[in-house]
């Protein structure tokens, strides 16, 4: 039932910096979390980021210092700051969102691609 909309996605030369958008169709403190995971060629499905309505913010260590998860309610959208990007970055990202009744919903994806 929940529709996850994303945008921001794109090309950027190594070191640059790019913002994801999430958004919602429904309140995202109705969600138990949200978050990003991304997926390169070859590689499997990793989570990058995860913002819970209660409890502590993940970052995979491979981003940690660099990307930065956040939420504005009255838009219901979730965001993804990604700084100092690198080749390795390059993926496929799928916004995430966890029901409280435990069903999971998927973004379509927005392909990220960090090259000089």
């Known amino acids: 039932q929940v529709q996850l909309v994303e945008s921001g996605g794109g090309l950027v030369q190594p070191g640059g910096s790019l913002r994801l958008s999430c958004a919602a169709s429904e309140s995202i403190f109705r969600l138990n979390s949200m978050g990003w995971f991304r997926q390169g060629t070859g590689n499997q499905r990793e989570l990058v980021a995860r913002?819970?309505?209660?409890?502590?913010?993940y970052y995979a260590d491979s981003v940690k210092g660099r990307f930065t998860i956040s939420r504005d309610s009255s838009k219901n959208t979730v965001y993804l700051q990604m700084n100092r990007l690198k080749p390795e970055d390059t993926a496929v990202y799928y916004c995430?969102?966890?029901?409280?009744?435990?069903?999971?919903?998927w973004g379509q994806g927005t392909q990220v691609t960090v090259s000089s």
């Open positions: 913002i819970p309505v209660h409890g502590i913010i």
């Open positions: 995430t969102a966890d029901s409280f009744s435990r069903d999971t919903y």
